[in-house]
């Protein structure tokens, strides 16, 4: 089981040769510990705040508005994906990332109050101009 996680049995079952396979259902759970931890590098904390603000973004979109390289970005959003604060989906190329909808109200007020907080400090102003200027965006799908 993942660090931090709790989860509760879900189905048990034995095969032949005493070979036992148990699966887990994990509460969604966030700690402030997860939180603080996740927006504690700045890459993680800009990619948050463009989530914050839109439906979903694709890595490339991401990539082009903090004008840093796939790879580091992809790096950074794995983590953000294993500890539960954003999803993602897979659409031929795309890999699009949105905020998880299940994250506990607070969470979304931290993110919030972040955002309106630096609205007019940079990075953050920068990273949402060339988040428009995005050449061959996506078409906005349901992230659903």
């Known amino acids: 089981m993942p660090a931090g996680r ?3 049995p879900r189905l048990q079952i034995y095969l ?5 396979v148990q699966t887990y259902i994990y509460e969604p759970f966030m700690t402030a510990d997860d939180l603080f931890r996740a927006l504690a590098d700045t890459t993680r904390l800009r ?8 439906e979903e973004l694709c890595v490339c979109e991401l990539t082009h508005a903090l004008d840093e390289i796939q790879p580091k970005i992809s790096r950074h ?6 500890v539960g604060i954003v999803l993602d989906r897979r659409e031929g190329l795309w890999i699009h990332y949105r905020l ?4 506990p109200a607070w969470v979304h007020e931290v993110l919030s109050t ?3 907080a630096n609205a007019n400090a940079e990075p953050y102003v920068r990273d949402r101009k060339r ?4 050449p061959n965006r ?6 659903g």
């Open 131 to 134: 988040l428009k200027g995005t």
């Open 114 to 116: 972040t955002a309106n």
């Open 77 to 82: 959003l794995a983590m953000l994906r294993e």
């Open 100 to 103: 998880n909808p299940k994250l």
């Open 6 to 8: 709790t989860g509760n």
């Open 47 to 54: 990619c948050l705040l463009l989530l914050a603000n839109q």
């Open 16 to 20: 032949p040769d005493h070979i036992f």
């Open 138 to 143: 996506p078409p906005v799908r349901c992230a």
